[in-house]
């Protein structure tokens, strides 16, 4: 898995060796986003097995405190604006204000939602949208990452989490099917689930819901 983006990797990269004084510099740009792309996946993929390492072995050792959630969407947020950028696609925050905190592992739901917004870019098609989102229900927090991709057929939501599961919109994309098994394992650790809403052709919300700190 990791060695077929380091090909795309090292294939970009010989190509500008060999011809990037004779490109032009939009050639040269689009060049250098797929192998930025392929790197990220590399990336991906390393951090998905290690935690997959973890939950498999029953090493997932998690350091709660009290945490702001907001704060750390946005942060893991601004990570991402230059792929959305890259991507032409809008990346919006749409924050609720003066949420109570909640206990989690900062590291851990840091990957959470860097798994659900990295999917979200790689489903979204150009001048799409992705739109991370916080708000309250009842004695519940729950953060949001929404997209305007292809959207899931609902026949297969309930299967999505399971690992190395991949669906049929994404034959096309990069992936090994751990993300969301992951992202699953992470989120019942801190005591919540996640909820997917999918429209066909419209896109998909999945939302982390963790309980407030009493």
Known sequence: ?????????????????????????????????????????VFSLVDNYLNLSQVENG???????????????????????????????????????ELPPVEGDALALSR???????????????????????????????ASVSDTGPGIPSEEIPSLFEKYRRGSTSRNVEGTGLGLFIVKALVEAHGGHIEVHSTPQKGTNFSVVLPIIH
């Open 1 to 41: 898995d990791i060695k077929s983006p380091l090909s795309v990797v090292l294939g970009y990269a010989d190509l500008l060796l060999e011809t990037g004084d004779d490109q032009t510099a939009e050639e040269r740009a689009k060049d250098l986003r797929h192998l930025r792309e392929n790197v990220h996946t």
């Open 59 to 97: 090493r997932l050792a998690l350091r709660k405190e009290p945490l702001e959630l907001n704060t750390l969407l946005t942060q893991v947020g601004q990570r991402y604006e230059t792929e959305a950028r890259q991507r032409s696609i809008k990346l919006k925050f749409d924050l609720q204000k």
């Open 112 to 142: 959470v939602v860097g798994n659900l917004l990295y999917n979200a870019l790689k489903f979204t098609p150009q001048d799409g949208k992705v739109t991370v989102s916080s708000s309250r229900r009842n004695g519940e927090i729950i």
